[in-house]
């Protein structure tokens, strides 16, 4: 259910910045509001409380952001809130803006690798992932994990690659014992 929501209110506001030539602004918008949510974990809770009704979550909605923000993003959360749909709220602003990376073909890649990467290492990175993707530009995120030994794992969407020297001690194991149970079976 919580895709299907996310899917169909990300969808219709991402239709709409097409439609109107407004992709960059209400991406800027939409973030800046998931941002302020985020940071406010309190408007969270006052519109979650099952004693605060309806009509007073839509006016505190409008309060916060009329004038602040674009009106359709306004009219969206209000819509958001009538239909007791606020807990997919963020789910709905960040569909949206995998909506506007992908339209504009920026991919979002996380790299985690045994130890830190400097910035010419970042940058081969980057400019191999660009090489060999269909995005023109990449939000790069990095990570540190001292357990893969060595080698890196890359992340883009549902796409791994693992050259992990962790993952080939893995791989190696198996395949040795497969070997063993292939002789074992062999033995009189």
Do not use: W
């Amino acid at each position: 259910m919580a895709k299907l929501v996310s899917r169909t209110y990300g969808d219709a506001l991402f239709q709409l910045a097409v439609e109107e030539n407004r992709i960059d602004t209400m991406f800027e918008e939409v973030r800046t509001v998931a941002v302020a949510l985020q940071e406010n974990p309190d408007l969270t809770r006052l519109m979650n409380h099952p004693k605060i009704d309806k009509e007073e979550k839509v006016k505190l909605i409008e309060d916060i952001f009329k004038g602040q923000v674009e009106d359709e993003l306004v009219g969206l959360m209000r819509m958001i809130v009538e239909k007791d749909h606020y807990n997919e709220i963020e789910s709905v602003f960040t569909y949206f803006m995998e909506q506007v990376k992908e339209y504009k073909n920026i991919g979002t890649a996380y790299v985690t690798s045994a130890m830190e990467l400097s910035d010419a290492q970042k940058a081969a990175v980057e400019k191999r992932l660009l090489e060999t993707t269909k995005y023109v530009k990449f939000e790069m995120h990095y990570d540190v994990d001292a357990a893969l030994i060595g080698g890196m794992v890359i992340r883009i969407k549902d796409r791994v690659v693992d050259s992990s020297i962790q993952t080939k001690l893995y791989d190696l194991t198996r395949e040795l014992s497969k070997i063993q149970l292939k002789v074992g079976e062999c033995a009189p």
